[in-house]
């Protein structure tokens, strides 16, 4: 008998042997990881049912996302020779980080395409990283375009117009003047696994953020600050906005919550009394 052989061949076998034992035990721990984010969603969704609680369509989100580092932008003499100065006065306030444009007549909406956003150039830089904020625009006073990171909102808490171009209408709808303000915006640190939508309005539910018979009017994930200033550490959060009355900050990494309305709900908010 040749025992080199016979070796070899036991080898062979024992190692196609273990890859397949090893694969069949990735496929079954993949079966039930699908099975406990099946199972998970479904527990809330039964929760939200019980509370009629109604929801829009969820958006899709990726599993893993980054921080964001935003420092305020100090607009220089370079970039505001590369503006239109026909029919307007610019000026730069607060130590340059502020951008004043004021027309020198009323401007009306005539938004070509329908898209807001191409009212914005030739009187505005770096014009491609705004997004009309129909959610923070106050109608007949004011549009609000918001800064964006890899086409995701860069939230502010409530006051504070940090990487945002605000324009100032006047009472028969005309654009009077606008201010921009700009985040410089590099990545920090690794990807992290982020809360789905689904999860985020758990959190709020875990909470007592909601009550019977609430709707999720808004839900979109973004980046979020929880310290105001010219350095921030933005992260992965989601804003939910309930009734078009009430808005959470949900954190997309950890599920802490920032409540920024004033009015707590009541204790048993959140508890189902049927």
Do not use: C
């Not at 406990?36 to 969820?58: G, W």
């Not at 105001?228 to 078009?244: C, H, S």
């Amino acid at each position: 008998m040749d025992w080199s052989r016979t070796k070899t061949i036991f080898i062979i076998t024992f190692l196609v042997l273990d890859l397949f034992l090893g694969f069949q035990l990735y496929q079954k721990q993949t079966e039930n990881q699908f099975d406990y984010i099946s199972e998970s969603f479904l527990k809330i969704e039964d929760k939200l049912q019980s509370m009629n609680i109604r929801y829009r369509e969820l958006p899709e989100v990726p599993k893993k996302l980054v921080h964001i580092i935003g420092q305020t932008h100090t607009f220089t003499n370079e970039e505001i020779s590369k503006l239109k100065k026909d029919g307007v006065t610019i000026e730069r306030t607060d130590g340059d980080k502020k951008l004043r444009v004021t027309y020198d007549e009323p401007q009306s909406l005539n938004v070509e395409g329908g898209d807001l956003a191409n009212i914005l150039p030739p009187y505005t830089l770096f014009s491609e990283d705004y997004i009309y904020s129909d959610y923070l625009t106050s109608e007949g006073k004011e549009l609000v375009f918001v800064q964006t990171y890899d086409d995701r909102w860069i939230y502010q808490k409530e006051g504070n117009a940090n990487g945002q171009i605000t324009v100032q209408l006047d009472k028969d709808g005309k654009m009077i003047s606008f201010v921009q303000t700009y985040l410089d915006t590099n990545e920090q640190g690794e990807e992290q696994e982020i809360l789905t939508a689904i999860k985020a309005i758990d959190q709020l539910l875990i909470n007592n953020k909601l009550k019977n018979d609430d709707k999720i009017s808004f839900i979109e994930l973004g980046y979020y600050s929880l310290v105001e200033g010219d350095v921030q550490v933005l992260a992965p959060t989601w804003l939910i906005e309930v009734n078009k009355e009430r808005h959470y900050y949900v954190n997309a990494v950890n599920g802490l919550i920032d409540d920024p309305n004033r009015d707590p709900l009541p204790k048993d908010a959140g508890e189902d009394t049927t």
